[in-house]
């Protein structure tokens, strides 16, 4: 059968493309771990491997009603997180939808509207119920702001620059813990605000008090990120701060920066390179720009709308649906390969339902391959990432546990799988040692969390 045939020749190609072998994946790594050390002994380093403020893990025992606010990217979520020690808790929470001109308006009324949700969110879960506030009953409150901000203590932090689609003006270079409480006043709410997280830093706190032997925390959703906990004398940059050398401090890694400008480390294709130039800010952003969920399914597109102009796929067909840049979406790829049919029924419905296409048995084969390259690809480069910290950390051979969360993780079938095939093609039969697990709800429980901590240590 000729098209099969050819469809697999084609598959040949993208497989030699997107392939990482292990010798590579250890070169990566290794380029990967001196990033990671630069950053921590020089302030504004590409990965800028941000202090976070947060000193050493929970106890466990943490008790008491949080609030937690987090400002995320699509949602702006408000919970009231019950700490009952023991690495228990109950969680009560509110999403409000932001829309796309509060991305966009003035920064403190986005911050007024934060406040608004959170007055909304106290009167409706006040009362003498279980599980109610009490009325007067002071409230602290953890931000979970999930943008790069450069913080000198836990809660304050200026914002270095909106990312994932944000723009409200009046805010870059602002303190938004101050323009949060700004806020708060104006609504006279009875919350302090004690704690300004990353989700990251959230979910590396929240999954250790669930599970001690968490030493890590990776976020797999529209970007890419990690933390963990650093000895405070390995953070030369912060070591006229007089902090006790001794302590430790999670580290917000800001690791989707790695490899960016230079591309020296990083095996990427000319797909790679066409969304990057595409993209609203070229040459940023590297290591996410081929692991996180914004990006998978437009390199996917990529990939189909090269094969369409070399005459190869959807032959005297309209393709005009699939010409426009982000119209696949990574949920598309997990939807692919997920496929329990011989005749793989799912990916007919995707291309008639969405893009009006016909296809063949053969493509629908070769757009199921191409979708397991590129994500085999986004997870054993992830594997790099996590690879860098435990080895650098020295966890390899006591092994350790890695907090995950995000839609990509959580979502695409064989991700967590694949990232652990990766760190056994880096380290041999010890990789077996590091696993992931999905961290629940990390970004608001591990800001009530933090804030309890903070309480603690005052
Ligand atoms: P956020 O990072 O904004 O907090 P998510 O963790 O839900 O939110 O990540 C959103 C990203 O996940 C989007 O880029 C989307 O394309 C991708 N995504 C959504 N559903 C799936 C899915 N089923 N499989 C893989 N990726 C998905």
């Known amino acids: ?85 023991d690495g228990k808790f109950e969680i009560t929470q509110t999403k409000y939808r932001l829309t796309e001109e509060q991305k966009q308006d003035d920064g403190q009324k986005l911050f007024d509207f934060c406040a ?10 006040t009362g003498d119920g279980p599980g109610e506030l009490k009325p007067g009953q002071p409230l602290p409150l953890g931000f979970t702001f999930s943008y790069p901000c450069s913080q000198d203590r836990i809660d304050h932090g200026e914002l270095i620059r909106w990312t994932k689609g944000f723009g409200a003006p009046n805010t870059e270079g602002q303190d938004v813990a101050g323009m949060l409480r700004k806020s708060l006043e104006k609504y006279q709410l009875r919350v302090q605000l004690t704690a300004l997280i990353n989700d990251t830093t959230g979910t590396l706190i929240a999954s250790h008090y669930v599970n001690p032997r968490t030493k890590v925390a990776v976020i797999f959703g529209t970007g890419c990120n990690a933390a963990y906990m ?49 993209s609203n800010k070229p040459g940023e952003q590297a290591f996410e720009k081929l692991i996180s969920g914004r990006y998978l399914g437009e390199i996917c597109r990529l990939v189909i709308c090269e094969l369409i102009d070399e005459g190869v ?116 039969d010890k990789g077996r040692n590091i696993v992931t697990h999905h961290a629940e709800d990390g970004s608001g429980v591990g800001s009530a969390i933090i804030a309890a901590m903070t309480k603690a240590r005052r």
């Open 230 to 278: 650093e000895r405070v004398k390995s953070i030369p940059k912060i070591a006229d701060r007089g902090i006790d050398m001794d302590a430790e401090m999670g580290i917000n890694c800001e690791w989707g920066a790695f490899d960016s400008f230079e591309h020296e480390h990083l095996p990427r294709t000319k797909y790679d390179a066409i969304v990057d130039d595409s």
């Open 313 to 428: 796929l959807f032959l005297g067909q309209n393709t005009y649906k699939l010409e426009k840049p982000y119209c696949f979406d990574t949920a598309f790829l997990s939807l692919m390969e997920s496929d329990p049919t011989d005749e793989l029924l799912m990916i007919i419905g995707i291309f008639t339902h969405f893009f009006a296409l016909e296809t063949t048995l053969a493509e629908r084969q070769f757009f199921r391959a191409l979708a397991k390259l590129i994500s085999r690809r986004a997870a054993r480069l992830s594997s790099c990432g996590i690879a860098a910290i435990v080895s650098k950390m020295g966890y390899l051979d006591e092994g350790c546990s890695v907090g995950a969360d995000g839609s990509l993780y959580n979502k695409y079938p064989g991700f967590a799988d694949r990232i652990h095939e990766g760190l056994v093609d880096i380290f041999g």
């Open 116 to 125: 608004e949700c959170l007055q909304t969110f106290i009167e409706s879960n």
């Open 1 to 85: 059968h000729a098209t099969k045939r050819t469809m697999a020749d084609h598959l040949r190609k993208y497989e030699s493309l997107f392939t990482l072998t292990p010798q590579r994946m250890r070169m990566i790594v290794e380029a990967f771990t001196e990033t990671l050390d630069l950053g921590l002994a020089k302030p504004n380093q590409i990965v800028p491997m941000i202090p976070t403020w947060v000193f050493g893990w929970p106890t466990g025992k943490e008790t008491g009603d949080y609030l937690s606010l987090d400002l995320g990217g699509t949602n702006l979520r408000v919970c009231l997180v019950t700490l009952q020690g």
